[in-house]
């Protein structure tokens, strides 16, 4: 079964600041989404990749898929408190299985 | 387009009782939904996949006795923890698949075991 490692598990960052996400996967992409969550709650979605080497942006936040389909990363740039929450890299064929997630909190 | 819809939102229960939660399309129709829970500070972990008019099939290592799911409907998913202990205490968040694509997730249950 796919297997998604995400580094760094947590992560504290000074409002302003940029921090980056990764996602690694035993197995190739097919199709690799990110998704933001305050535990207890409800998943938001991001984005959603699915090409090698494909790029996204939404606001602050951009997500990269590797030519090869096994990593992507999460960069977020001048970080602000409204982006802490639990990241999480979901993929897989037939269903989603999520990553072990990264947990921010932006320090003002 | 494509709101799960997700109740309770949260459930407080007696060690030995059963709890049925729901999960709904609203919108469209789902021949397959996703049941995940998550444990405080962990991932969102697949439990089962619900499958309209056949049985679920469970992840490696989830009781299929204890944790039954019904998928009577394209609209209409529902888990029931049955003989409910505190370990069973978590959030539970249900997904289905709109035909366009993607997963659209309900809002989670948060299920407390007393």
């Known amino acids: 079964s796919q297997e998604l490692e995400q580094s760094p598990q947590s992560l504290i960052v000074q409002e302003g600041k940029n921090l980056t996400i990764n996602c690694t996967s035993s197995?190739?992409?097919?199709?690799l989404y990110w998704y933001k969550q305050k535990y207890g709650e409800g998943l938001i979605f991001l984005m959603m990749l699915q090409k090698g080497g494909e790029e996204k942006s939404h606001e602050k936040i951009t997500a990269k898929l590797d030519e090869k389909k096994q990593q992507s990363s999460l960069h977020i740039t001048a970080s602000q408190p409204s982006h802490a929450g639990i990241y999480l890299c979901?993929?897989?064929?037939?269903?989603?299985?999520f990553g072990t997630g990264t947990r921010l909190l932006v320090s003002p | 387009g494509a709101v799960v819809s997700q109740h309770p939102s949260w459930v407080i229960c007696k060690s030995g009782t059963s709890v049925k939660i729901e999960c709904r399309s609203l919108?469209?129709?789902?021949?397959?939904m996703f049941w995940y829970r998550q444990f405080p500070k962990q991932s969102l972990m697949l439990m089962a996949t619900?499958?309209?008019?056949?049985?679920?099939?469970?992840e490696q290592g989830v009781e299929k006795d204890k944790f039954l799911i019904n998928h009577a409907s394209l609209t209409l998913s529902t888990l029931t923890v049955t003989s409910a202990h505190p370990e069973d205490s978590s959030f539970y968040i249900c997904s289905a698949q709109p035909r366009r694509g993607g997963y659209t997730f309900g809002s989670g249950t948060r299920l407390t075991v007393v």
């Open positions: 619900s499958n309209e008019g056949s049985k679920a099939t469970y």
């Open positions: 197995k190739t992409l097919y199709g």
């Open positions: 979901g993929a897989g064929f037939q269903k989603l299985v």
């Open positions: 919108d469209f129709q789902a021949t397959t």
